[in-house]
């Protein structure tokens, strides 16, 4: 098993340069981070690349669309410009060394329109579905995030997620769960993940408030059970926002900080991380 963390936990801007977490990560135990696409181009790549095989850590990446970019939306423009913006990341993440991409790849985060959910889940299964040769052609694989209802409307549960993902019909399209979304969305967390089966691609894990996971009241011990019994073989990767004032949190509503240090969240997220999950895989 696979064991990561999110850089955006130390991180004050997504402009930020991350490859000094590289060491750090490495450091506390992690095999690797995984970086927003947010702030990370094609320009720099290479750079993070040769640093992230120094430091010994792999990469994966996540990313989100903006509503110009709406693979959802009723404008063929935008959505052609999602597909656009889309490639574009493929593309950055195998620069990367990646093969992960995964986060708010369905509709753009924050735009809700309940009305339409239908059209528009089948317009956003249309536009992934366009992206399985580019997908192919890199050894990517795209992972659509569960959002809860105060970031979306569109994903807000694993069912409609994956629901989005099989109506694809590609095969290098699957979905992220999030511990701290499923908290807020699912009745039976781990029911969730034994019907996403080989449908997840990636998963997170942070408390009910956002913190270390193990920290809270969010069974973690009922989801290793879960993916163990689906086999899932894939990452485990800390995304926590404890810090307060940042523009990395603003818009995550974390308006105190939930753990006093970054680096002391990191390694006892670790030490949870490789004790709960460690028969999984």
């Known amino acids: 098993m696979k064991f990561g963390i999110h850089a955006g936990l130390w991180m004050d801007n997504w402009s930020d340069d991350p490859a000094p977490l590289f060491d750090r990560a490495a450091r506390i135990g992690f095999d690797g981070v995984e970086l927003s696409l947010l702030g990370v181009g094609p320009d720099q790549t290479a750079r993070l690349r040769a640093a992230a095989n120094a430091a010994g850590v792999a990469l994966t990446c996540s990313t989100g669309l903006g509503p110009d970019a709406d693979p959802s939306s009723a404008d063929p423009a935008a959505r052609a410009r999602a597909q656009e913006t889309l490639a574009r990341a493929i593309e950055t993440v195998a620069a990367l060394g990646a093969s992960g991409l995964a986060g708010v790849v369905a509709a753009p985060w924050g735009v809700f329109d309940p009305a339409a959910k239908t059209d528009r889940a089948r317009r956003s299964a249309e536009t992934l579905g366009r992206m ?114 940042r523009p990395t949190s603003a818009d995550l509503n974390i308006w105190r900080d939930i753990e006093p240090d970054a680096d002391a969240a990191a390694a006892q997220a670790l030490a949870h991380m490789k004790t709960v999950f460690a028969d999984v895989g």
């Open 132 to 245: 399985q040769d580019h997908l192919a052609q890199h050894g990517v694989t795209l992972g659509i995030e569960a959002l809860n209802r105060f970031e979306s409307d569109l994903t807000s549960t694993a069912a409609e997620t994956c629901a989005i993902a099989r109506a694809s019909g590609a095969a290098n399209v699957g979905v992220l769960l999030d511990s701290f979304h499923m908290n807020i969305e699912e009745k039976d967390p781990p029911a969730a993940l034994r019907a996403a089966g080989d449908a997840l691609v990636h998963y997170h894990v942070s408390d009910n408030d956002r913190g270390v996971p193990g920290s809270g009241r969010y069974d973690f011990a009922a989801d290793a059970q879960a993916l163990a019994g689906i086999g899932y073989r894939g990452w485990i990767v800390a995304e926590m926002f404890v810090r307060a004032g």
